[in-house]
């Protein structure tokens, strides 16, 4: 149970606490990315022997065909939830909560460097504040996004690998 005495932040504090938050996230973004970057490099491997093996399969009967086309549904499935983590971006939930001065998308809606120049100077301490956390938020949900469809892609590469070799087992005999 919290005591009376409990301290906050003062305003340059909890800002680079924020700021320290808001790198931690965008670090756990680019990390998603590169996880996606080397699962496509696999998945481009797997799909390179299933298309070097095409003719064989073709010759080996609707067994082996049909584990090429069941490679072929993993592989769009791969795909589509790798791109879904590689664009990952949604629709700001804060609204106009806050002035919106960190994300890149919103300073670029100034029409003069001027303009954001100003409305930057403008801003109190907390106000600071609020919009770097707000900004947390969305990049939070972000990175959400990307490690969900990250997921889900892995466990569709994991389904690749497991009919190739199947798929080569089938060639063998």
Known sequence: ???SE???LDDSAALNHAWQIYRNVQELIRYADQKVHVSL???AV???FALANLPQAKDAGRVALTMLVL???A???FLAFALGALFARRDARTGGAVRRLVYFGHIVRFKEPAEYVR???SVTPAEAVDDVAYQIYEV???AGKKFANYRRAWCALVVEIVLLVALAIALEF
């Open 6 to 8: 409990t301290k906050h």
């Open 1 to 3: 149970m919290p005591d």
């Open 41 to 43: 490099a696999l998945s």
């Open 75 to 77: 592989q769009a499935a």
């Open 119 to 121: 409305e930057f100077r």
């Open 140 to 142: 939070s949900c972000i």
């Open 71 to 73: 490679l072929g549904v």
């Open 46 to 48: 797997v799909t390179t």
